[in-house]
């Protein structure tokens, strides 16, 4: 599957991308983090990991963190967690407020393939991605299985994806 034309962008895009994790939870620790442990494993296959921070629930520390992980010149980040419904999940509210330029494409995909996988309970993903600053923020909700889905989903493509954002 794919176009001519996408077939030509991957091949100018480079593979030399550097990534950051945030994983935003009021409960877990390093030691417990299942899904960053699976996307910091699967982005070292490929990319350069030079971040990985685990943070609360709070917006101030998300913006703080996008912004610190920007300014170390981090071409992706990688948020999990805070994608919920209830009142503590601020990922998606925080992010888009920055974003310059939404990915729209990601959270649709996501949800297709998640009710692919898991049914109707897809309806409470509010995954989402966009641009900030050059940077592409990828967030997903904070469960291993779902990490897994998104990961899947954009692990391929993240340089053609880091060429047209930079440009």
């Known amino acids: 599957m794919g176009s001519k034309t996408t077939k030509e962008h991957q091949n100018e895009s480079s593979e030399n991308i550097t990534c950051g994790i945030i994983t935003l939870s009021d409960s ?6 299942l899904s960053g442990d ?47 419904l209830s009142a503590r999940d601020i990922t998606v509210e925080s992010v888009e407020e920055l974003f310059d330029k ?12 998640s009710y692919i996988e898991i049914g109707s309970g897809a309806l409470l993903s509010r995954a989402t991605a966009g641009v900030y600053k050059k940077c592409c923020i990828f967030s997903m909700p904070g469960s291993p299985n ?7 989903i954009i692990i391929d493509e993240l340089p053609h994806i880091v060429h047209h954002a930079q440009k």
Do not use: C, P, W
Request: aromatic share 6%.
């Open 38 to 84: 699976y996307i910091e494993k699967e982005i070292e296959k490929r990319y350069v990991l030079k971040s990985r921070k685990i943070i609360k629930d709070e917006k101030t520390y998300l913006i703080d963190t996008i912004e610190d992980m920007i300014a170390e010149n981090i071409d992706v980040i990688l948020t999990n967690g805070g994608t919920g």
């Open 102 to 113: 939404k990915i729209d494409g990601f959270g649709e995909i996501f949800r297709n393939q």
């Open 146 to 152: 779902a990490v897994k889905t998104a990961i899947n």
């Open 28 to 33: 877990r620790d390093i030691n417990e983090d």
